[in-house]
């Protein structure tokens, strides 16, 4: 089995959602690529689609490789066996940090988008994103809505492999996950088009969210 592209692994992922009767208070989608596949679901639930800011921190000449992750909300995550391997020191790893950061508040500033905590706490909230390989970027998504005491923290995927998705459940986040293929090495090669998402088309899945919000809240006459 393989996703045609993100949207179809949406719908399918929707449905899953609505078959296992499911049900949470909002949907976060990590950008870029988890916000096609969260607009379904959105849609199924009549939710507004939001995003959480999370970026991975890649080893110098090995950007592919993750020695962590940070997310709105201050949240750094540290991956003590790549650093330990590749003998990064803490001046290497907060100039990454640094770095990140600012593209962080430069994709904010471009969603425009406000990070509003209030809109989690004490609330369920499905965080959604096109694939997990490491899972290093969902799991700083997910530490840092514990941080703002969101009530429970789904993770929603459409694919991963066994061993992340146990991992996350053994944290204590339910994971619904329709493909967990044996031989996962990369989430693009479960996908037939997996071509990068545009900063432009998030924006514009972002605007079509808010005007549905919009519309919803409108008293009715």
């Keep these: 089995m393989a996703y045609r592209n993100r949207a179809h692994a949406g719908q399918v992922l929707s449905e899953e959602l609505r078959k296992r009767g499911i049900r949470f208070d909002a949907i976060l989608a990590l950008p870029r690529g988890g916000v096609p596949v969260a607009e379904p679901t959105a849609l199924a639930y009549h939710l507004p689609v939001q995003v959480l800011l999370v970026r991975k921190l890649g080893v110098p000449g090995h950007r592919e490789l993750a020695m962590g ?3 709105e909300g201050g949240v750094c995550i540290r991956n003590e066996r790549v650093l330990s ?9 907060r100039s990454v940090e640094e770095h990140e950061r600012q593209e962080l508040d430069r994709r904010r500033r471009l969603y425009g988008q406000t990070f509003d905590p209030s809109r989690y706490t004490h ?23 514990s941080q703002l005491d969101a009530r429970k923290v789904l993770v929603a995927v459409p694919v991963a492999s066994h061993d992340v998705i146990d991992h996350f459940e053994s944290l204590g986040y339910p994971c619904i996950c329709p493909l967990m293929p044996d031989d996962l090495c990369s ?25 549905r919000e919009v519309l919803v809240a409108l008293p009715s006459h």
């Design 69 to 71: 992750a940070i997310a």
């Design 187 to 211: 989430v693009g090669q479960w996908y037939l088009d997996f071509d990068q998402v545009s900063d432009a088309e998030v924006k514009e899945m972002l605007k079509r969210s808010k005007e």
């Design 85 to 93: 391997a590749y003998r990064i020191s803490e001046k290497t790893l």
């Design 123 to 145: 609330k369920t909230v499905l965080v959604v994103d096109d694939g997990l390989a490491t899972g290093a970027t969902m799991k700083a998504a997910v530490e840092a809505l």
